[in-house]
């Protein structure tokens, strides 16, 4: 299959004196993957190596009553049984790293359970079948509780309350929002003046990641009361931060090594596995592997969320946008894991590679009694894109255009405002389309021919926005410091119009930075043609600050993260 | 229940080891012999990131009972890396047929039984002869393109 | 350790362990039991070894076939003899699991699996079976009702096959292959130009692959559109296709409908 490389479109713009972008260079470990070498984390041999098995909810909702390991110790091979009494710090949330959120997710189920599969015990032996008859032998009486599993019915009052850590069902956004907000522009005024409006209601179900090794850690003791970890983890930092705090230890007594990964597409981020494997490394003294069977894969690791949407959008008769409003729900499952973040990096991306001068959008991380879900392909963005290219389908219909013509209209110019309050540059959607067009043998017209990204722009200044609560002049650049934390919204008062382009050249774009946002969530996202990526170095000459323990944590790990950001 | 003594070759090597009752013979190879080539992907059957030779016949690792294979030949896809690599082992390099890796051993060993039986196979021979081997990275194209390069060169002109 | 193994000398002896012990099984491929031990199902705690028992031969007995319980789908498909059964034998998994998938262990799969099952519901074939220390025989279509004793199947019987066709479908939602939805077998007797005496076997739309009798009662006489019509109609009747992750009874009853319909419509 070859690709079609089309170098003539913006080819002043670059050198094409690359060495080895876009030229086809073997894979460094493609080697190691024809001879069945590469090292995946569980291609490790130990001596006295120990299997831990889960004992795991089979109620969707419960409170849990009690629990009797007594005759599960007996069984032969069996080690150690770990609680949730044994886990050092017994509540998470991933996104407690960058302080956002509020830490919601045990390692070990305590006093009730959320999901099914979540895990109530961890049984460690000799061999992973005695392991497996051990955690049959667990005694755990549960009372069941009304379960959710709609983000709709979720958010009605009298709604069972699925995470103890947001009694409402629902994330909480802002310092107090009960989802996060997107203002730009009159959307108001924009229906009022429209030709056209065009709704449309959209769902995406859940969908595992499915790769085909699962998901699983192996831990041993190390010398100086040190642990290392074998994973498959995508952020190993991000695991080690999460390890470090829940098991309460300092970063330096954690030795990580991932590498060769057999796929993870966003299901290989949470670090379920690695504190429970290392836990038991801790408790027995010997190396112990803890690896997820399909079953577990497919019902109890993350997928990614379910989301639904309604957009309306504000058509005028010609077929440009007037405005945009959209409400989205995701289904977090019954703890926030990444979806949280979703969210934010989903209204980072809106309206879509459009241009339209009035956008509002409300999104909800809702919980409900289904499995935590988390990052997957295109994370926070594919179900908004599908919903978003639908009602584009939808819009052009309206107007009387073709798909193709309508986009054309709409799309992104260099030079237009975002609702990031940034101008567009280094567009290129104009041209997408138009080769597609060709490709497709799709008959454009030809002043569908002569469109440029490069010209045509026909929204360049930050219109008057308002909010629910007051009217924030054109021009305004600043949106309020949100979610308190680093590099997840940051003040963009400064530049916001380089209308030119910037060229593609071997100077590197970033200077090196040690902020835990680049840190942490670089891992996560695998970024499509999200508009949200360039994070300026600005943050270098802030003045930096000393801040106190945050509420939520109770371990030594906040000192580390104070001590991070004095960087 | 006592382990049973078992006497087979594993890539033209005499072994001797003893089997668990209810090993299977993916456990058997991976941590008893180190031969970490065949991979665990489901444990059902349907992956086929477990897949070795046995006697010649492809077969599934992760649900053979480890001490029926007593007297047999075993061959992973270590096998096939020396002395030489093996054309298909060439091909999947030059044609991108692997990202993360992990179906890639079984795909191999998938692709060799075939190429022993049929070695003019067209497409669709090829897609049913791994139709047993899941890979959620590439797609599939790349690995039948170089599975099919390397049927092309290797009939006689 | 916790799975015990048995290496009976003869049938009989294991037909024994397997009436005593509830927690026992006869390993066949394992394509069913190994997954189980493996996902810690404790109900199985033994697994009773078979191989040397000499089950895996292909045999005729005058126009008779009669296949060992330990006969792999792939045997079947290398033997031409049993090209009636080739269409359900190559749906059955992948190549590798063929190579491993016995009939006998297909005979006692649930839903998606059993799919050869199918097809020999529709051949009309007899189990040959140890129960109670005693070998004996009786229709597929009866061995498959009586769930209750556990018995030792040693072989499955096809009568002659001369003038027979299979018509086979299984249903997946990935294609080449996939966990079934409904498999469908219709086997027909073809005599100078006309159909007769068909039998119609379905899988997966109930715990177990069954006749569909009353559809079969409707056939009887020429195959005409009308027939065909009551025929579907018929399927309805006392058949509660179960929902389940891969599909709803519902679904599944309209696709038993649709395609029973398609394969009787090619036939007129």
């Not at chain 3, 059964?85 to 059993?114: C, E, K, Q, W």
Request: proline content about 5%; hydrophobic content about 40%; some cysteine.
């Amino acid at each position: 299959m070859k690709l079609d490389f089309r170098k003539e479109i913006f080819a002043d713009e670059r050198n094409d004196d690359l060495n080895l972008v876009g030229k086809p260079i073997l894979r460094q470990d493609i080697l190691g993957h024809v001879t069945g070498t590469s090292p995946f984390f569980d291609d490790h041999k130990f001596d006295n190596l120990l299997h831990l098995k889960c004992v795991r909810s089979p109620h969707h909702h419960a409170r849990i009553l009690s629990i009797d390991i007594s005759n599960a110790e007996k069984m032969p091979g069996v080690k150690q049984i770990i609680l949730a009494k044994d886990v050092p710090v017994n509540l998470n949330t991933l996104l407690s790293l960058l302080e956002f959120g509020r830490d919601d997710e045990p390692t070990l189920a305590e006093k009730k359970v959320a999901y099914l599969g979540e895990p109530v015990a961890a049984v460690i032996a000799t061999s992973e079948q005695q392991a497996l008859d051990a955690v049959a032998k667990v005694e755990v009486r549960y009372e069941e509780l009304p379960a959710v599993f709609d983000v709709e019915e979720a958010l009605k009052p009298g709604a069972p309350k699925v995470n103890e850590a947001y009694p409402d069902n629902h994330f909480i956004f802002n310092e107090g929002h009960s989802c996060q907000k997107l203002r730009y522009g009159d959307t108001a005024s924009g229906f009022a003046q429209a030709a056209h409006i065009v709704e449309g209601r959209y769902q995406l179900r859940p969908i595992e990641q499915a790769p085909i090794e699962p998901n699983g850690a192996i831990a041993a003791p190390e010398t100086n009361d040190r642990f290392v970890c074998y994973t498959p983890t995508q952020g190993l930092f991000f695991s080690v931060g999460t390890c470090a705090k829940i098991l309460d230890v300092d970063l330096n007594k954690l030795h990580f090594i991932g590498g060769t990964v057999g796929g993870a597409f966003g299901g290989k981020v949470d670090s379920v596995c690695e504190p429970l494997a290392i836990l038991g490394a801790m408790m027995t003294r010997q190396p112990v592997r803890y690896v997820l069977n399909r079953a577990e894969e497919m019902q109890v690791s993350a997928p990614r969320s379910a989301e639904l949407w309604e957009i309306r959008d504000a058509l005028a008769e010609d077929g440009r946008l007037l405005a945009r409003e959209f409400k989205g729900w995701f289904d977090a499952g019954a703890y926030t894991r990444l979806t949280s973040y979703g969210v934010v990096k989903c209204t980072g991306h809106l309206p879509g590679p459009y241009t339209i001068p009035a956008v509002k959008s409300d999104i909800y991380c809702v919980f409900t009694n289904r499995t935590p879900s988390t990052a997957m392909r295109g994370f926070g963005v594919l179900g908004v894109d599908f919903a978003i290219e639908r009602q584009m389908d939808k819009g052009a219909r309206a107007v009387g255009l073709g798909p193709l013509e309508f986009r054309l209209i709409n799309a992104y110019r260099d030079g237009d405002m975002k609702v990031t309050r940034r101008s567009a540059s280094n567009t290129a959607l104009v041209e997408c389309i138009q080769v597609a067009a060709q490709k497709a043998d799709y008959p454009l017209e030809m002043h569908y021919h002569k469109m440029s990204s490069k010209t045509g722009s026909t929204h360049t200044e930050i219109p008057e926005t308002v909010t629910e609560t007051a009217v924030l002049p054109a021009g305004h650049t600043t949106v309020a410091k949100t979610n308190k934390a680093q590099g997840l919204a940051e003040d963009v008062s400064e530049q916001t119009n380089p209308a030119t382009r910037r060229p593609l050249k071997k100077a590197s774009v970033l200077e090196g930075s040690t902020s835990t946002d680049r840190l942490g969530a670089s891992a996560l996202s695998g970024r499509s043609d999200s508009t949200f990526g360039d994070i300026q170095p600005a943050h270098q000459t802030q003045t930096p600050t000393i801040e106190t323990q945050p509420p939520n944590s109770k371990s030594r790990y906040s000192r580390y993260s104070a001590s991070i950001r004095r960087r | 229940m006592k382990p049973t003594p078992l006497h087979f070759t594993h890539n033209g090597r005499p072994i001797s080891v003893f089997a668990n009752s209810g090993e299977s013979l993916l456990s058997l190879l991976r941590l008893k012999l180190g031969d970490q080539t065949p991979k665990y992907g489901c444990g059902q059957g349907g992956c086929g990131a477990c897949s070795v030779r046995i006697d010649g016949e492809l077969r599934l690792a992760c649900l053979t009972l480890a001490e029926t294979i007593d007297g047999q030949n075993i061959e992973t896809v270590a096998a096939l890396s020396a002395p030489e690599l093996d054309p298909l082992q060439k091909a999947f390099m030059d044609y991108f047929a692997a990202q993360c890796g992990y179906c890639t051993p079984g795909m191999i060993l998938a692709a060799r039984t075939l190429l022993e039986t049929n070695p003019t196979p067209n497409r669709d021979d090829i897609i049913d002869a791994i139709s047993g081997n899941l890979c959620r990275c590439t797609g599939y194209e790349p690995i039948i393109d170089a599975i099919m390069a390397v049927a092309q060169k290797e009939v006689p002109a | 350790m916790s799975i015990d193994i048995s290496r009976p000398k003869d049938s009989f002896t294991a037909a024994k362990i397997l009436a005593q012990d509830r927690n026992a099984y006869i390993l066949g491929g394992g394509t069913g039991l190994m997954r189980r031990i493996h996902e810690g199902d404790q109900n199985v705690r033994r697994l009773i070894r078979i191989h040397d028992l000499e089950l895996d031969k292909i045999t005729r007995l005058g126009t008779t076939f009669s296949i060992g319980s330990q006969v792999t789908m792939s045997q079947i498909l290398a033997d031409p003899a049993l090209q009636i059964l080739h269409d359900a034998a190559a749906s059955v998994g992948a190549p590798a699991l063929r190579n491993m998938a016995t009939i006998g262990g297909n005979l006692f799969s649930r839903p998606p699996y059993g799919d050869l099952t199918t097809a020999l519901l529709a051949l009309e074939a007899t189990v040959v079976f140890i129960n109670n220390n005693r070998q004996e025989q009786q229709a597929l279509e009866t061995f498959l009702k009586h769930s209750g004793p556990r018995r030792l199947v040693l072989a499955l019987e096809i009568p002659s096959t001369t003038n027979k066709k299979l018509f086979y479908h299984k249903m997946t939602r990935c294609h080449p292959r996939g966990a079934s939805l409904i498999t469908l077998a219709v086997a027909v007797h073809y005599s100078a130009g006309r159909y007769s005496m068909a039998r119609i076997a379905f899988g997966g739309l109930g715990g177990r692959p069954f006749r569909a009798l009353n559809a079969e009662r409707a056939l009887t006489g020429n195959l005409t559109a009308a027939s065909v019509e009551a025929t579907c109609a018929r399927l309805k009747d006392g058949i509660e296709p179960f929902s389940d992750a891969l599909a709803s009874g519902w679904y599944r009853m309209e696709m038993a409908q649709l395609h029973l319909r398609r394969i009787l419509t090619d036939l007129l």
